[in-house]
């Protein structure tokens, strides 16, 4: 039985460009208006992030040295209405095939413009993997280590 | 830090978080595991709750705990903001395109 308690992080914004503008500038032009400078995963500087257009399609970043790191994946690609987005970057903010939280971003037409309407939703998943890291640190061999260090992480984090 | 590692040396108390790990749950589910009474699984939750491992709301006339979220709020506190930022770029790149084509 799954149990929704972490509302969705609901966000929209109204640009002066039709839908079909909008979905393009969203898409093909990710990197000009992602914040890459400070959000990206690798070690290394990301010189420019990509949502291939296509379900399947990978969302990741290329490092300066053309490193490829994995965000997630293109579970909708329905232009010029809509696209949904698998997020795979766990609490760390690194890829994890068995995490996925989703962001839906819909495009709807408002009068010569658009309303970008998104939301990040499943994030339910975060506390399943926060409770199994837990569970795993206090249940295994010797895990008071680990346990304190999963604290320590949390703390700093907050 | 301390307190929580010190409250979770308590076997029972242990197994019952562990539980709390795969799900919320009200007391009266609880305490149908342990071979303890419900006051005494009770007892264990509020030193849980104390070290702050668990939280409980109510529900009705049961209350359920569950595993204290407080990493997953920061997230989503995190998400919340970023999103706010990142879409307002999204606009400002949007409307410095409007009336010309966009490159590729």
């Given at each position: 039985m799954s149990v929704t308690t972490i509302e969705s992080v609901q966000k929209s914004v109204r640009v002066g460009i039709p839908p079909a503008k909008a979905?393009?500038?969203?898409t093909a032009r990710f990197a000009d208006w992602w914040p890459l400078a400070t959000h990206h995963t690798a070690?290394?500087?990301a010189a420019t992030a990509v949502i291939e257009p296509f379900e399947g399609g990978r969302w990741?970043?290329?490092g300066v040295n053309g490193t490829e790191t994995m965000w997630g994946y293109v579970t909708t690609w329905a232009p010029p209405e809509r696209l949904v987005l698998a997020w795979h970057l766990n609490l760390d903010f690194h890829f994890d095939p068995d995490v996925a939280s989703e962001v839906e971003v819909r495009f709807v037409a408002d009068g010569e413009g658009t309303r970008v309407e998104l939301e990040h939703r499943n994030l339910d998943v975060y506390g399943l993997e926060r409770g199994e890291a837990l569970r795993t640190a206090v249940g295994g061999e010797g895990g008071?280590?680990?346990?304190?260090?999963?604290?320590a992480k949390l703390a700093a984090a907050a | 830090m301390a307190a929580a590692l010190d409250v979770l040396a308590d076997p029972t108390r242990r197994s019952i978080f562990e539980r709390l790990a795969d799900g919320p749950q009200a007391v009266s589910e609880l305490a149908q595991h342990f071979p303890v009474s419900r006051p005494a699984v009770s007892q264990h939750l509020k030193a849980l709750k104390d070290a702050g491992l668990v939280r409980d709301r109510a529900d009705g006339r049961r209350r359920i705990y569950t595993v204290d979220p407080a990493g997953i709020d920061d997230m989503r506190r995190w998400l919340d903001q970023f999103w706010d930022r990142a879409l307002a770029a999204f606009a400002a790149v949007a409307e410095g395109t409007?009336?010309?084509?966009t490159k590729g």
């Amino acid at each position: 039985m799954s149990v929704t308690t972490i509302e969705s992080v609901q966000k929209s914004v109204r640009v002066g460009i039709p839908p079909a503008k909008a979905f393009e500038v969203f898409t093909a032009r990710f990197a000009d208006w992602w914040p890459l400078a400070t959000h990206h995963t690798a070690p290394e500087d990301a010189a420019t992030a990509v949502i291939e257009p296509f379900e399947g399609g990978r969302w990741f970043e290329r490092g300066v040295n053309g490193t490829e790191t994995m965000w997630g994946y293109v579970t909708t690609w329905a232009p010029p209405e809509r696209l949904v987005l698998a997020w795979h970057l766990n609490l760390d903010f690194h890829f994890d095939p068995d995490v996925a939280s989703e962001v839906e971003v819909r495009f709807v037409a408002d009068g010569e413009g658009t309303r970008v309407e998104l939301e990040h939703r499943n994030l339910d998943v975060y506390g399943l993997e926060r409770g199994e890291a837990l569970r795993t640190a206090v249940g295994g061999e010797g895990g008071w280590g680990a346990l304190l260090d999963e604290f320590a992480k949390l703390a700093a984090a907050a | 830090m301390a307190a929580a590692l010190d409250v979770l040396a308590d076997p029972t108390r242990r197994s019952i978080f562990e539980r709390l790990a795969d799900g919320p749950q009200a007391v009266s589910e609880l305490a149908q595991h342990f071979p303890v009474s419900r006051p005494a699984v009770s007892q264990h939750l509020k030193a849980l709750k104390d070290a702050g491992l668990v939280r409980d709301r109510a529900d009705g006339r049961r209350r359920i705990y569950t595993v204290d979220p407080a990493g997953i709020d920061d997230m989503r506190r995190w998400l919340d903001q970023f999103w706010d930022r990142a879409l307002a770029a999204f606009a400002a790149v949007a409307e410095g395109t409007e009336g010309k084509e966009t490159k590729g």
